[in-house]
């Protein structure tokens, strides 16, 4: 064991601050790691505040985590002292079910232990995230970092990269493809990027005209108003794919219309109940299809770090003190970032 500090929230009401912690020292199979940046993702505020009713306290955020490597334990065959490394959102799973087997460890049937606030699958501890000066990692969960990726920006490929692409990547985006995006923030605007590097036509759907220069920045060749009805009525039965990064409850029946037969809407930033519901007849008549993802396996995250370095595509980040992270929280809930807060570690030790 040895004494680590880290920024957590001590209750669902309380900001996060400094706290010290113990770090298991390295076992057998695993690397520990300094951290130098973490990103910080939508879901560390609900973690934190509890909104999604299962917090363990205290709780340390952050599961877009780069580093190096600084000790390996006896097994570790994978990586050296000194090799620059990413952990994403799991650090553990069974790794013996149908879904582990097939390097799909976000499905895990017994459930994965997630990068922070889950039970350690040996000694029980509670799990505790990379807003932390280092953390250790069984080598499984650790993939690395290309020598072509900016270290800050590569961080929230591990999160928001994987989550977008894993998708695209499973549904057999292909060039000529005409794929929807439906919002643009530390999500969508990486579901741009990955779609047209995949070679589809990529449109932007967003509640805000004034978005739409910056999507095309952002790579897309067209934008939807969505509030716009007769926009909305252009574009029926158009889209193959539908990727849905909006995190909160939204209507989907008038973007199943945008889809051809067969095409294919997929939920990635909602995990609540669908209010309104779907009409059904939306999907039967066209034999559409309304799918989920979660974030992506290992070997896809690797997968996905490799893609952005052929691509040279990378997050839109805004550097952070983590002295500042308590105001990045409530800039994130008013959309007042782009697209996404890395922190920078250096400033831990302050």
């Not at 650790?142 to 977008?164: E, F, H, M, N, Y």
């Not at 047209?196 to 004034?210: I, N, Q, W, Y």
Request: glycine content about 10%; charged content about 20%; some cysteine.
């Amino acid at each position: 064991m040895y004494t680590a500090i880290g920024y957590a929230a001590q209750s669902a009401t309380t900001p996060l601050a400094p706290m010290k912690f113990q770090r298991r020292s390295p076992r057998a199979d695993d690397v520990a790691i300094e951290i130098l940046y973490c990103g910080v993702c939508h879901s560390d505020i609900h973690q934190a505040r509890n909104e999604w009713g299962i917090a363990v306290y205290p709780l340390m955020p952050g599961h877009e985590i780069v580093g190096k490597v600084t000790a390996i334990g006896a097994n570790v065959t994978q990586y050296r002292i000194g090799d620059l490394v990413g952990v994403g959102c799991m650090v553990d799973s069974c790794r013996s079910c149908d879904a582990c087997q097939a390097d799909l460890e976000q499905y895990c049937l017994a459930g994965p232990t997630m990068t922070y606030a889950t039970p350690d699958r040996v000694d029980g501890s509670n799990t505790m995230g990379g807003y932390s000066d280092s953390i250790v990692v069984s080598e499984h969960f650790v993939v690395r970092i290309p020598q072509k990726l900016d270290l800050a920006s590569a961080a929230p490929i591990l999160c928001a990269g994987i989550t977008t692409y894993s998708p695209l990547k499973h549904y057999g985006v292909k060039a000529g493809d005409k794929v929807g995006i439906l919002g643009m923030g530390g999500l969508g605007h990486m579901g741009i990027k990955f779609a047209k590097a995949m070679g589809a036509e990529v449109t932007l759907f967003t509640r805000s005209p004034s978005k739409a220069e910056e999507a095309r920045r952002q790579g897309a060749d067209h934008v939807i108003v969505s509030t716009d009805a007769e926009q909305m009525k252009a574009a029926a039965g158009h889209f193959d794919f539908l990727l849905d990064t909006i995190p909160v409850q939204h209507d989907l029946n008038p973007y199943l219309d945008t889809l051809r037969f067969d095409g294919v809407h997929i939920l990635v930033g909602l995990i609540e109940p669908v209010d309104p519901p779907v009409h059904a007849g939306k999907l039967v008549m066209s034999r559409r299809v309304l799918a989920g993802s979660l974030i992506g396996g290992i070997a896809e995250t690797q997968e996905v770090l490799d893609f952005c370095a052929e691509h040279n595509i990378t997050c839109d980040i805004e550097m952070l003190d983590i002295r500042q992270i308590n105001e990045a929280f409530t800039r994130m809930i008013a959309g007042d970032v782009k697209y996404r807060f890395v922190i920078d570690m250096a400033t831990l030790k302050v």
